[in-house]
T-cell receptor, first 113, second 116 residues
């Protein structure tokens, strides 16, 4: 069964810093990987989707990379802002024929003004 | 609609009562998912609908939980005889396609269910 791990569980940085969030998965045979953010008490907002054939995706200050062979993805946030404070989740689809997304437990990011 | 819409946003119910949670997916999305997120926990898969195919109910925790999707669009998750351990945020997601061609999933804002 696919296992998705996110390290660190929590991260606190001063405003303006660049930072990297990590996501690891045990089964490298993935179709894609998706990054989400979740604000407290809210649903999930899709940030980036990387297809298995891609190595990188960019959206504004966010850049996600994917290294399938090593089972890793990173989310790079440039020039962090207090509004970036949220929990960041990565997810990969279940490829055993079940209809599921495997989620990591998330990284709770706090950007200090 | 512009996004996935869930209602109600909050629901408080007494133990033993039945509740219905509603999800309106993005128009044209054939795949619809329900997840549950308990306090401080990760997302737990509940059920999946894809077009007119039989739903994947493998994640439903007990027979008190059921879901329907009418006309390939709106879905209702029903919890019968609610228990305190059912308290959680229930999240719905939709995507353009489903298994094997899993495209970007979009989530609603969730329904926070509290069983007292």
């Amino acid at each position: 069964k696919q296992e998705v791990t996110q390290i660190p569980a929590a991260l606190s940085v001063p405003e303006g810093e660049n930072l990297v969030l990590n996501c690891s998965f045990t089964d490298s045979a993935i179709y894609n990987l998706q990054w989400f953010r979740q604000d407290p008490g809210k649903g999930l907002t899709s940030l980036l989707l990387i297809q298995s054939s891609q190595r990188e995706q960019t959206s504004g200050r966010l850049n996600a990379s994917l290294d399938k062979s090593s089972g890793r993805s990173t989310l790079y946030i440039a020039a962090s802002q207090p509004g970036d404070s949220a929990t960041y989740l990565c997810a990969v689809p279940d490829q055993t024929g079940a209809n599921n997304l495997f989620f990591g437990t998330g990284t709770r990011l706090t950007v200090i003004p | 609609g512009a996004g996935v819409s869930q209602s109600p946003s909050n629901k408080v119910t007494e133990k033993g009562k039945d509740v219905e949670l509603r999800c309106d997916p993005i128009s044209g999305h054939t795949a619809l998912y329900w997840y549950r997120q308990s306090l401080g926990q990760g997302l737990e898969f509940l059920i999946y609908f894809q077009g007119n195919s039989a739903p994947d109910k493998s994640g439903l925790p007990s027979d008190r939980f059921s879901a329907e999707r009418t006309g390939g669009s709106v879905s209702t998750l029903t919890i019968q005889r609610t228990q305190q351990e059912d308290s959680a945020v229930y999240l719905c997601a939709s995507s353009l396609a489903g298994t094997g061609i899993f495209t970007e999933a979009f989530f609603g804002q969730g329904t926070r269910l509290t069983v007292v």
